[in-house]
């Protein structure tokens, strides 16, 4: 396996700096959604203000950013695997220390879950193991495995066999266990809210598994694997025309996947035929997740193509000390999220409007921005990198600044 992946320090700028646009997207995506993830209960709902500001957010929340920031987190989470296993000396060793790893990250998603039911962490805990299984596969195998995830078909099949097979939706949700779940985060005390959270565990795992997001995630864990592989970071500067090439596919297939879904709904209401709700599920959910993933890669090489001019790559820098640390910066997003919008804070939930909420987080990810470069001046790791790696090693590590290099540096836990 080659090792010169991590030679150039600029390799280690834009892959920090792609994460630290990615929490970006990701706290405008939670804040606007006032940090509440799932349903709301009709009665609520009908009361949240809705102006014009916030029907523009919702808009724009809705075509640019949900679900294509966290395609490109989950691709990085994959591509530290790689990173970390063409660092070991002793790959049988990191397999243990990496599964190791990933237990400790559960403990430490668990934790989140019970403040916030949208937690990812739990999530990527347990479909990190998936690494460890294909970690030998072939290159063409990974990448059709990988690219086979991505897009969603095991999830389309099945809505398509349901379709002829008669299979019932999911049930609705019963209003009264909505509207008690929000009385509790909007009223409730800090201890009723992580009991009541608990469940909801079991229910984010069903969620990820029946609308595909599980095989979208671990398939963007393939192939960050897979372009760790091929060297693409270390490299991508001698590949811009390939680059351009991607940007065009992806823009074409990004305008091809609304058109055909303005068509193949449009259509059928014109023509008035009758679509089993699987079949329209089936259709409208793989046209959404070629649309996110398409829109995640224009993003992704549009800032590697930006970077290579020194005026740009000066601006995306204020984003690689963030994304250095980026599990803190991720959970300190709920932090703030979690006492701006529940009752254990400002109970602000339902009170304001998407534009609001977006202006809020916004501000909460410019004060990261700040904090992690004073951090990062003085610390080696971010907070609760520093105690995964810990953890991790079953030793306390260094935390103040030194010269030396360390392996914290290059990869952001």
């Not at 193949?264 to 089936?282: C, D, M, S």
């Not at 979690?338 to 409007?353: D, H, Q, T, V």
């Amino acid at each position: 396996m080659e090792k010169n992946l991590l030679d150039k320090s600029n390799r280690i700028e834009i892959i920090d700096v792609l994460r630290g646009f990615s929490l970006l997207g990701i706290a405008m995506v939670h804040f606007t959604e006032q940090y509440y993830a799932g349903p709301t209960p009709e009665a609520m709902a009908k009361l949240t203000p809705h102006g014009i500001a916030d029907q523009v957010v919702d808009v724009i929340t809705g075509l640019f950013i949900r679900g294509k920031f966290f395609t490109i987190f989950s691709f990085l989470f994959g591509l530290s695997f790689f990173i970390q296993l063409d660092r070991s000396d002793k790959p049988n060793s990191f397999f243990f220390r990496f599964a190791w790893r990933l237990i400790v990250l559960m403990g430490i998603g668990f934790v989140h879950s019970l403040h916030y039911r949208g937690d990812i962490l739990t999530i990527y805990a347990v479909l990190g193991f998936g690494l460890l299984l294909v970690y030998k596969l072939p290159d063409k195998a990974l990448l059709f495995v990988a690219l086979f995830l991505v897009f969603d078909f095991p999830a389309f099949l099945t809505r398509v066999v349901q379709t002829f097979m008669e299979s019932p939706l999911t049930p609705e949700m019963n209003q009264k266990d909505l509207q008690f779940y929000f009385d509790t985060l909007k009223h409730g005390k800090y201890l009723a809210i992580l009991r009541a959270n608990i469940p909801e565990i079991v229910t984010k795992f069903q969620f990820q598994v029946e609308f595909g997001r599980a095989y979208i995630t671990l398939g963007l864990f393939f192939l960050g694997f897979y372009a760790g592989r091929k060297n693409f970071f270390s490299t991508w500067e001698n590949q811009i025309p390939w680059i351009k090439k991607m940007c065009k596919i992806a823009g074409w297939m990004a305008l091809g996947s609304v058109l055909f879904a303005a068509v193949f709904f449009g259509g059928t209401q014109i023509a008035k035929i009758e679509v089993p709700q699987t079949l329209q599920f089936a259709v409208g959910g793989l046209t959404i997740d070629i649309f996110n993933c398409c829109i995640a890669t224009l993003y992704v090489f549009g800032i590697l193509l930006s970077f290579n001019k020194e005026k740009w790559k000066a601006r995306w820098m204020n984003f690689y000390a963030v994304g250095r640390m980026g599990l803190t910066t991720y959970l300190t997003q709920t932090l703030f999220g979690f006492f701006i919008y529940f009752s254990a804070g400002f109970s602000l939930l339902n009170e304001i409007g998407a534009a609001t909420a977006l202006a809020i987080g916004l501000t909460v990810f410019l004060v990261q921005i700040f904090f992690s470069k004073w951090w990062l001046s003085r610390f080696q790791y971010g907070p609760v990198e520093w105690l995964w790696r810990s953890l991790t090693y079953f030793k306390i590590q260094p935390m103040l600044k030194s010269k030396r290099t360390t392996e914290g540096e290059i990869i952001s836990a």
